[in-house]
């Protein structure tokens, strides 16, 4: 466990988790931003189980996921800290594929080769 406890701590001192932290504080001054960053995920999450479960999602809905991608996108701050955490996620897939490797658990994580 205390490897664990040293990997906790270098991923708390990663450039991207620091990047992510701060993106994510300049963010939570914004009510309005914080409101359409849940809703782009609550649509996203939709979406994508509407795709496993092999249903379509509506000509509306999906108008209205690729207006929000465009605002959250567009704004400096959304844009910065979905990038953000985007860049932590896929650091925290290669941890993962790592530590399954070494345990010799197999899993297939998308982007993680």
Known sequence: ????????Q?????TEYR????????????DSAMALVKEYRRMQVAIQMGAMAG??????D???????????YGGT????????ELQLQRMMGEVFKLLTDAADIRYDIPGVS
């Open 55 to 60: 249903t379509s999602v509506s000509a509306d």
């Open 62 to 72: 999906m108008q209205r996921f690729s207006q929000i991608s465009s605002l959250l």
């Open 1 to 8: 466990m205390d490897a664990a406890r040293v990997l906790a």
């Open 77 to 84: 701050d959304t844009s910065r800290y979905l990038m953000a």
């Open 19 to 30: 990047e992510y932290a701060a993106a994510k504080e300049a963010l939570n001054y914004s």
């Open 10 to 14: 270098q991923i708390a001192d990663s």
